[in-house]
């Protein structure tokens, strides 16, 4: 199959001319499709570290120039962030790990007694920090419409006691890629006296977030999925909570003053504000290049974004539904509003068999699995058996499961027309021909067997 060189995307990302190995021996250009676990971070970003790591310091500790200038660049991020999200007057931006950790965090200052409440369809990021001590948590069951959604959550807040309530919603399925109706289930959720924060991972590189408009209490998301390096993730909104709570970690930086007892014992007074969760060293240039990367998207137009990735969607969408054999997943149906995030499964094929060979006989990088959303997929999947094959599926299924997966396609900025053109040439001629090599398991990974080459 002919392969096209030539690399057309609004924003230019690292690693677009890499090539990789085919089972054949031939090399061919990456085409990566795995945008929803990782995107590549953008050239500008990296340009912008490269441009800042001569002058690295300490940030909030030394006096001296190279500390200083660390100092504001970091909080220079925080503003900019707060920008890209924003953000209303009093809300805070605490720079986190990641969306799970900012989750994670959230959940730690909850009030005792807090009630959460989450639709089963979520991530495993934003349905599992919940269970801990002190709170009590409700599982919704999967809607299959927003006004199936809004109802429930109405229904279900209604039934709850008084006390402090938490609804969290992603704006974006990471599994079908679908736009869920936030500004609904917010209104809904304030009408009871439940906050909402938002998982906004999938959300931020695809549509312009306002946490203004939305009204949500809290929004979180990762730098590596908005083009961003690894590392890095925000967790913003409203402060009392977060002011009131036990820092996250306890140490330097979230302590304001610490001084020794008569008795023996240490007294501390914590700090207000960010501080107060971002004990320990910050990660400054996490959060420069999230600041940049939300720089890049704001001058590129969401817009201009949003239109040029809905094109690439319905090509998508056009091309698979041409081929009998794939069922695309959806909890809303088919012309449900998405974001460049697909998930599908082929008849007759196990996912993982169809996703290595995605990647060793086309040089096409996808994920396949349960995508740390497993009971969205059983629930897409109906208890639907993947065909057998020598690679299994690369997560654990369920006592009398053979195999549940799903293969997912996921793109964005940085990605070129060609390579979902040649992502659906790849799928005809796969369907239609059979992989030309056989595979094999091999440290739980389905890879070629090219050992009779």
Not at 24 to 32: I, L, M, N, T
Not at 107 to 134: D, I, K, M, Q
Not at 312 to 338: I, N, Q
Not at 361 to 383: K, N, S
Request: net charge negative; with cysteine.
């Amino acid at each position: 199959m002919a392969v096209s060189t030539e690399i057309c995307a609004p924003l230019a990302v690292l690693g677009h001319d890499v090539q990789v190995p085919l089972a054949s021996g031939e090399k061919v250009g990456y085409a990566a499709l795995d945008y929803a676990a990782s995107a590549p971070a953008l050239q500008r970003v990296w340009d912008d570290i490269a441009a800042y790591a001569p002058y690295y310091g300490s940030v909030h500790r030394g006096a001296g120039y190279l500390s200083q200038l660390s100092t504001d660049l970091f909080e220079q991020s925080r503003r900019t962030v707060a920008d890209f999200l924003d953000l209303r007057a009093g809300d805070q931006v605490v720079f986190t790990r990641a969306t799970t950790d900012s989750l994670n965090l959230l959940a730690g200052v909850l009030p005792a007694g807090t009630r959460v409440f989450a639709f089963e369809t979520e991530h495993h990021a934003s349905l599992l920090p919940w269970r801990r001590e002190g709170l009590t948590v409700s599982y919704l069951r999967a809607p299959r419409s927003h006004a199936e959604a809004v109802a429930a959550l109405d229904a279900a807040l209604a039934g709850a006691p008084e006390g402090p309530k938490l609804f969290c919603v992603t704006g974006a399925s990471n599994v079908t890629g679908e736009l869920w109706p936030v500004a609904e289930l917010t209104r809904v959720a304030h009408r009871h006296g439940a906050r909402v924060v938002l998982d906004a991972a999938q959300l931020a590189p695809h549509h312009r977030v306002s946490v203004r408009e939305l009204d949500v209490d809290w929004i979180a998301f990762s730098g590596h999925k908005l083009y961003a390096p690894f590392g890095a993730g925000v967790l913003a909104g409203r402060a009392d909570w977060l002011d009131a709570a036990e820092p996250y970690l306890a140490g330097g930086g979230a302590s304001r003053t610490v001084a020794r007892e008569v008795d023996g014992s240490v007294a501390v007074e914590w700090q207000q504000g960010p501080a107060r969760h971002e004990a320990g060293s910050p990660n400054v240039i996490g959060a420069y290049a999230i600041a940049s990367a939300c720089r890049a998207l704001g001058e590129a137009g969401f817009d201009e974004l949003e239109a040029r990735e809905q094109q690439l969607v319905e090509k998508l969408k056009k091309g698979l539904a041409e081929v009998p054999e794939v069922r695309v997943l959806s909890l809303f149906g088919e012309d449900a509003a998405r974001v460049g995030v697909l998930s599908f499964v082929v008849k007759g094929w196990n996912s993982s068999h169809f996703s290595a060979a995605l990647s060793a006989e086309y040089g096409i990088g996808v994920r396949d699995g349960l995508f740390c959303a497993h009971p969205l997929v059983r629930t897409l999947l109906g208890g639907e058996e993947a065909a057998p094959s020598e690679c299994g599926a690369p997560e654990p299924s369920l006592p009398g499961e053979r195999s549940l997966n799903a293969i997912r396609v996921s793109f964005g900025a940085g990605t070129p027309e060609e390579h979902v053109d040649r992502f659906l040439a790849a799928v005809r001629e796969l369907v239609a021909d059979g992989a030309k090599w056989t595979y094999r398991n091999e440290d739980g990974r389905c890879v070629a067997d090219t050992s009779g080459r």
